[in-house]
Nanobody
């Protein structure tokens, strides 16, 4: 199983980034896909998740600014991040899980830095 995240980088406040996570080795369409982040000295937190049926869930801090989407044909989940703030600076991780089955995979993180 591999979850390959990409798209991180350095951006100024107010800017945008689009993260991608390409999955392999799993039946992608049945998994809940999510993005988590971890800032220095803080616990990892859920940013956004999307179910196999397309239902979306967001952390309050990113509602209205971030959008999660998935392309089952490409086995890829995206996170469109707009109006980025310095407090969005963190390592962002891709997650794939089947809830209540104890099945969960993590990708390596991608760094997002929001700074002027």
């Amino acid at each position: 199983v591999q979850l390959q995240a990409s798209g991180g980088g350095l951006v100024q406040p107010g800017g945008s980034l689009r993260l991608s996570c390409a999955a392999s080795g799993i039946a992608f369409s049945i998994y809940v896909m999510g993005w988590y982040r971890q800032a220095p000295g803080k616990q990892r937190e859920l940013v956004a998740a999307i179910t196999s049926g397309g239902s979306e869930n967001y952390a309050e801090s990113v509602k209205g600014r971030f959008t999660i989407s998935r392309d089952n044909a490409k086995n890829t989940v995206y996170l469109q991040m707009n109006n980025l703030k310095p407090e969005d600076t963190a390592v962002y991780y891709c997650n794939a899980q089947i809830p209540f089955r104890g099945i969960e995979y993590w990708g390596k993180g991608t760094q997002v830095t929001v700074s002027s």
